[in-house]
Every structure is written in C-alpha cells, then in structure tokens.
C-alpha cells in the first residue's frame, strides 16, 4: 500500500439542529441562522445554562424497523443514522458485505451517556454491567454487516480530526477498502449540562439563546451545549475514481499534538498547538497562504479563543490578515466530541458552495481576537483548500487540512 | 497489575503513583482508579526497562499516548447520577468531565509526563484493549510517532452498580506497553485483529516477555482479518 496515497471522501450522514444532509446543513450555515434555543427535553430549571443546540427524534434509517429502532439510546440512534446514511450517500450501501470496510467513530463517554439515559427516562437505580458487554460500535457494526476493524476514539473536541486521520492511515495501510469515520455525541443531557455548567464552561446568556455563541466577541462567555453526528464514507481516491464516484473533499493533511500542560485550559504557549497546525500544512504539502478558509476551534470561552488566535498568528504569519477564519460554533453550538466532523462539513459546503459561513455575533472583535474574521454575513470566494482546526480537553491540539478534488 | 481498594485508596493520598509529575492533592482526589491504575502500571513499564519514572520522561516528548480503560469513569457517574436525582444540577462536581471522560486519562499521561506527541482515548468499552492495540498500531505504522505509550485497564468482576453508591469491593487492572515499530517476538497486530485477544490474552503475553527490552517492540507485518 502506498502511504502517500490521496483518500477522498465519498459520503456523507449526518444530524443535528442544524439539518440532516449537507445541502440543509450548508443553507443553515450560509444564511447564519442561529440553531441555539432554550432547551425542553428535560427540566434546567436549576441549570445555570438552559440552553442548547438539540433535536427531539433522530429519523429511522431505511430498513431499520422502526419500533426497535425506537427503542435504542439517542446516541446509538445517531450513530446509527449517520453511518447508514453516509452508505447510501456513498453508493455503498447495496455493497457493504462485499467490502472489507472500517469503522472509526469519535464517541466520547458512550457508557456515561447510555446509563445517564437509562436512569433518567427508565428510573432504573442498579446498572448491570453484564447487559453492555457489547459495544455500540459491534452492534453498529453488526446491523450494518459491516467486516472490516472498528474503533472509538476519543480526544474531547478534537475527536472527529482524530477519527479522521485514523481511518485515512488504516486506507493507506490496506487494512480497509472503504471506512466509515466521523464523530457523534449527544451530550445535551442533564449530567452534561450540570457538570459543563458547573465547569463555568457554558454561556449564561439564558434570555438571549441566539446570541450565546460569539466566538471571537469581546462579550462572549462560554461556550453552548450542542449535539449532532457527521459520519464520512472514506476511500481510496483509485478506488474512488474507478467506479466514477462522486468525491466531495480529499483529506490532504492532519497533524497533532498535545499541550501537556492542563485538563482543561489551553496553554498560554501557542507552541503546541501551533506544532500540530504546521504538521497539517506540512503533510498537506502546502503554505499556509494557501489556505483559503479556516473554520476554527472557537468555541466561545474567553480564554481558548484568544489561545487560538495567538495560534493563528503564530502559524499563518503575515498571511493572518488574508486568510478568511470564521466559527460555525456561533451558529451550531458545539457538538463536542461530534464537532470536528461536524465541521469537516462546513468546509466542505463552503467548497461546494465557494462561500464562506460567517461567524455571527461578533459584534466587536475581542483585541486579543485579531484576525480576518468573516463576520456577521456569508462572504462569496473560491475554495479549493479548507482547515479545520479542533483543540480539546486534555490538551489534544488537532488540525486537518481539506482539499477540493477536481 | 492489579490494584484493590486498599491500594488505590493508598495512591489518593501524596505522593501518589510514581510515575512523571506528581500530582497535587486535587488531581489526586478527583482522577479515576484506573487512571491511578495506569498510571502505576506505566511507572513499572519504565522502572523494567530501566528508566526512572519520576524523572527521565524526556526521551518520550514526541510519543503518542493511547489510554483505553473499560467503562471509565463507573464510580463518579453512580455518584454523580444519584446526587442529581436528589440534589439537581448543583449537586455534580465540576471535575466529572476532565477526570471522567474518555479523553481524560491520555490528557493525565500527556501531562505528568510532559509528552507533546497526540494523546488519545480508545474503546471506553468491553473491547478497549483490543481497540487501543488498534490504535496504537495505526499511530505506529503511519509513522507520525517514534513510539507509543499505551495503557489499557479494567474494573474486575464489574459487579451490578447502584446509582448514589459504588461497591467497596471493586479492583482495577492495568497494562502498560511502551512500544516501538520493530521486529519483536510477539505479532501484536495479528492480536489486535483477532476476535479472540481478550484483556486475559493481553495479560498473558505481556506476562510472557522475557526480556525487559522486548516491551520495546512488535512485528509489523501484513494485514490479518
């Protein structure tokens, strides 16, 4: 196997507030509507943040009976979903027993959020282990009769990247002929919202949903709790190109590195981070004035925005004043451990549609923030090379770099 | 290694596991048992191939960390989902999510050790060994490492847990491996692929090496489905 060679990707799933393919995705984008609302699934009335990026219900795949469908963990349901859909998407779907494909999966606290919901929706007091000795990635992998290895990753907010990255090294390596790989979460739940809230994470703007999220702001809080999936059909570009499918990105460059500096709070040194934005660039082959949209990290939180600004600046040179940034977490929220792949569709909609999605609510940029922001309103141009970068909790610095495929 | 309550009660008070930094009362008192589980384990993988744990950490800088504890973070979540039935959301501890999550574990290596390389969580499930070989191997054989960290680990017996309460009787297993791409006694990806590389299969052949240096290495081969 050639460990050089392109792998593109060739379908997508995905849910979220923000739409259930990459056209209605992309329109929410574009037309920077906020998805933020209060949150009513639950009671948070004693919720020092009550408000959220959710859904009610997550559409039944086709074929899937529905009352058993029903009757799965919300995440599960997502997972579910979005695999199956990015299949179908790909054109893979009728051929997935035939093909050795792999499963790489961004999931953060699986166990956590399945007994969380079990708990709150069943009453149940006592847990029995003994009921989840199989993961949700076998089951997944069983129902969709998939063969080929499966893991979940997890690096926080960085996941999706991590998720990635993995799956395009397992197509180089021949460990697979097609991967699915992506990242789900669905963290709006009353333990997630209690112990990010209680964290000082999370914006308090309760009586302004739509403004909560403005990364980059000088009056921004804190981040807002979302949830959502975006699974990729990965491929080897010669397979790809051999049954003439349609490619919509090729991953071209990933780096990473680790701040090793706290859980939680990002290093004031932008070194770390900025080692794994010039390894994206590095393994990409290109400069970073060659970058033509970066989506960022910017979830929001007065200290990592301004971390990541100095990364920026650190990496991009005298090209921070050219290089279009902006944040679509103004207008999703952050999807946590699902954000990465979530943005991954961000990019590749501003490469289909040559525009770049705003970040809303930056009504006067934080001094510390200073970059060639697209704020407020969508801003037409070509894109033919995207970033996205995606920092996480535990200090995982992530950055993947996208290639439009002619 | 296996640690009982006793132990790891022991390893909450100062200094703690030895193994890089050591930890402040806080982190002490908030991290989970396999992460201190683990953390031990890592400190007798360095302490076998004769590295002082506490101190010579630098050689690892750029290494990739992959920690892959099954059904991480249990005890803090029976806490946890009990004190929110009774108290509300003021009731959980702001440390659930950076000492809980998948993630966190690798963070804690990355960080006491002062390890810049990528860190990442691996499985959380019944399969998070295998999926943390898996891991461990990609990172490898892409060459983006010069070796890896990994630690994988365990409640033992995984007995029926009740929301509010944790049974006193729960122990923890961890491994450790320090691995490099080489040739090596042991097809660890051969392993890694097969339905059968139980944690109890893991354990054996860790047992098995004879040899301290051969912790180094694994043979890279082709793939096995």
């Given at each position: 196997?050639?460990?050089?060679?392109?792998?593109?990707?060739?379908?997508?799933?995905?849910?979220?507030?923000?739409?259930?393919?990459?056209?209605?995705?992309?329109?929410?984008?574009?037309?920077?509507?906020?998805?933020?609302?209060?949150?009513?699934?639950?009671?948070?009335?004693?919720?020092?943040?009550?408000?959220?990026?959710?859904?009610?219900?997550?559409?039944?795949?086709?074929?899937?009976?529905?009352?058993?469908?029903?009757?799965?963990?919300?995440?599960?349901?997502?997972?579910?979903?979005?695999?199956?859909?990015?299949?179908?998407?790909?054109?893979l779907?009728?051929?997935?027993?035939?093909?050795?494909?792999?499963?790489?999966?961004?999931?953060?606290?699986?166990?956590?959020?399945?007994?969380?919901?079990?708990?709150?929706?069943?009453?149940?007091?006592?847990?029995?282990?003994i009921?989840?000795?199989?993961?949700?990635?076998?089951?997944?992998?069983?129902?969709?009769?998939?063969?080929?290895?499966?893991?979940?990753?997890?690096?926080?907010?960085?996941?999706?990247?991590?998720?990635?990255?993995?799956?395009?090294?397992w197509?180089?390596?021949?460990?697979?002929?097609?991967?699915?790989?992506?990242?789900?979460?669905?963290?709006?739940?009353?333990?997630?919202?209690?112990?990010?809230?209680?964290?000082?994470a999370?914006?308090?703007?309760?009586?302004?949903?739509?403004?909560?999220?403005?990364?980059?702001?000088?009056?921004?809080?804190?981040?807002?709790?979302?949830?959502?999936?975006?699974?990729?059909?990965?491929?080897?570009?010669?397979?790809?190109?051999?049954?003439?499918?349609?490619?919509?990105?090729?991953?071209?460059?990933?780096?990473a590195?680790?701040d090793?500096?706290h859980?939680?709070?990002?290093?004031?040194?932008?070194?770390?981070?900025?080692?794994?934005?010039?390894?994206?660039?590095?393994?990409?082959?290109?400069?970073?004035?060659?970058?033509?949209?970066?989506?960022?990290?910017?979830?929001?939180?007065?200290?990592?925005?301004?971390?990541?600004?100095?990364?920026?600046?650190?990496?991009?040179?005298?090209?921070?004043?050219?290089?279009?940034?902006?944040?679509?977490?103004?207008?999703?929220?952050?999807?946590?451990?699902?954000?990465?792949?979530?943005?991954?569709?961000?990019?590749?909609?501003?490469?289909?549609?040559?525009?770049?999605?705003?970040?809303?609510?930056?009504?006067?940029?934080?001094?510390?923030?200073?970059?060639?922001?697209?704020?407020?309103?969508?801003?037409?141009?070509?894109?033919?090379?995207?970033?996205?970068?995606?920092?996480?909790?535990?200090?995982?610095?992530?950055?993947?770099?996208?290639?439009?495929?002619? | 290694?296996?640690?009982?309550?006793?132990?790891?009660?022991?390893?909450r008070?100062?200094?703690?596991?030895?193994?890089?930094e050591?930890?402040?009362?806080?982190?002490?008192?908030?991290?989970?048992?396999?992460?201190?589980?683990?953390?031990?384990?890592?400190?007798?993988?360095?302490?076998?191939?004769?590295?002082?744990?506490?101190?010579?950490?630098?050689?690892?800088?750029?290494?990739?960390?992959?920690?892959?504890?099954?059904?991480?973070?249990?005890?803090?979540?029976?806490?946890?989902?009990?004190?929110?039935?009774?108290?509300?959301?003021?009731?959980?501890?702001?440390?659930?999510?950076?000492?809980?999550?998948?993630?966190?574990?690798?963070?804690?290596?990355?960080?006491?050790?002062?390890?810049?390389?990528?860190n990442?969580?691996?499985?959380?499930?019944?399969?998070?060994?295998?999926?943390?070989?898996?891991?461990?191997?990609?990172?490898?054989?892409?060459?983006?490492?010069?070796?890896?960290?990994?630690?994988?680990?365990?409640?033992?017996?995984?007995?029926?847990?009740?929301?509010?309460?944790?049974?006193?009787?729960?122990?923890?297993?961890?491994?450790?491996?320090?691995?490099?791409?080489g040739?090596?006694?042991?097809?660890?990806?051969?392993?890694?692929?097969?339905?059968?590389?139980?944690?109890?299969?893991?354990?054996?052949?860790?047992?098995?090496?004879q040899?301290?240096?051969e912790?180094?290495?694994?043979?890279?081969?082709?793939?096995?489905?």
């Open positions: 196997m050639n460990p050089s060679s392109a792998v593109w990707i060739t379908g997508i799933g995905t849910w979220s507030a923000a739409g259930g393919d990459l056209a209605s995705v992309n329109q929410t984008l574009l037309s920077g509507r906020s998805t933020i609302a209060p949150i009513t699934r639950f009671g948070v009335e004693n919720h020092p943040s009550q408000i959220g990026g959710s859904f009610d219900s997550v559409p039944c795949p086709a074929g899937e009976d529905a009352e058993g469908f029903a009757r799965l963990p919300r995440l599960e349901k997502l997972v579910r979903h979005c695999c199956s859909q990015a299949l179908h998407h790909s054109g779907f009728a051929r997935r027993k035939e093909l050795r494909i792999g499963v790489v999966l961004g999931i953060g606290v699986e166990s956590i959020l399945l007994w969380e919901e079990e708990g709150h929706n069943h009453s149940v007091e006592t847990w029995q282990p009921l989840y000795e199989e993961s949700m990635l076998e089951r997944t992998r069983k129902w969709l009769h998939l063969s080929g290895p499966g893991i979940t990753v997890a690096a926080a907010c960085a996941s999706g990247n991590v998720a990635l990255s993995q799956a395009r090294a197509l180089r390596q021949g460990w697979v002929d097609v991967c699915l790989a992506g990242a789900c979460d669905a963290a709006v739940s009353p333990l997630s919202l209690a112990a990010f809230g209680n964290l000082r999370l914006s308090r703007r309760n009586s302004a949903p739509r403004a909560a999220s403005r990364p980059f702001d000088k009056d921004r809080d804190g981040f807002v709790l979302s949830e959502g999936g975006a699974v990729f059909v990965l491929e080897r570009a010669d397979d790809a190109r051999r049954r003439s499918a349609s490619a919509f990105a090729e991953i071209a460059g990933y780096g590195a680790s090793a500096h859980l939680v709070i990002p290093s004031p040194d932008p070194g770390p981070a900025s080692v794994a934005v010039q390894r994206a660039l590095d393994d990409a082959r290109i400069n970073a004035n060659e970058v033509d949209y970066i989506n960022a990290h910017a979830t929001s939180t007065p200290v990592g925005d301004a971390a990541e600004a100095r990364v920026l600046h650190k990496v991009l040179g005298a090209a921070v004043q050219t290089v279009p940034v902006s944040s679509t977490k103004s207008i999703t929220g952050h999807l946590l451990n699902a954000a990465a792949a979530f943005e991954v569709l961000a990019c590749i909609g501003a490469m289909q549609a040559n525009a770049l999605p705003p970040t809303i609510n930056l009504d006067q940029i934080d001094s510390e923030c200073a970059l060639c922001h697209v704020a407020n309103q969508t801003r037409e141009k070509r894109v033919k090379v995207a970033m996205s970068n995606s920092f996480g909790f535990g200090g995982s610095n992530t950055s993947l770099v996208l290639r439009a495929v002619a | 290694m296996r640690l009982d309550t006793l132990d790891l009660a022991a390893l008070r100062p200094p703690g596991p030895e193994c890089g050591t930890l402040g009362p806080n982190m002490l008192r908030h991290c989970d048992e396999q992460s201190l589980a683990c953390l031990v384990a890592l400190g007798n993988a360095f302490r076998q191939m004769g590295r002082d744990p506490k101190t010579e950490v630098g050689e690892f800088r750029e290494w990739g960390v992959v920690a892959g504890p099954r059904r991480f973070g249990l005890s803090a979540l029976m806490i946890a989902l009990g004190r929110i039935q009774a108290e509300g959301a003021w009731g959980i501890s702001p440390h659930l999510v950076p000492h809980r999550s998948l993630h966190a574990l690798s963070g804690l290596i990355s960080q006491v050790l002062r390890i810049n390389g990528p990442l969580g691996v499985g959380g499930s019944p399969d998070a060994h295998r999926e943390a070989m898996l891991a461990s191997l990609t990172l490898l054989q892409s060459q983006t490492v010069p070796g890896v960290l990994l630690v994988t680990s365990r409640i033992v017996g995984e007995l029926p847990v009740v929301a509010g309460n944790y049974p006193e009787t729960a122990e923890v297993e961890a491994v450790a491996l320090v691995m490099q791409q040739a090596g006694p042991i097809d660890w990806q051969a392993e890694a692929f097969a339905s059968e590389f139980t944690f109890e299969r893991l354990v054996s052949l860790v047992d098995s090496l040899k301290p240096q912790l180094l290495s694994f043979a890279s081969g082709e793939v096995f489905v």
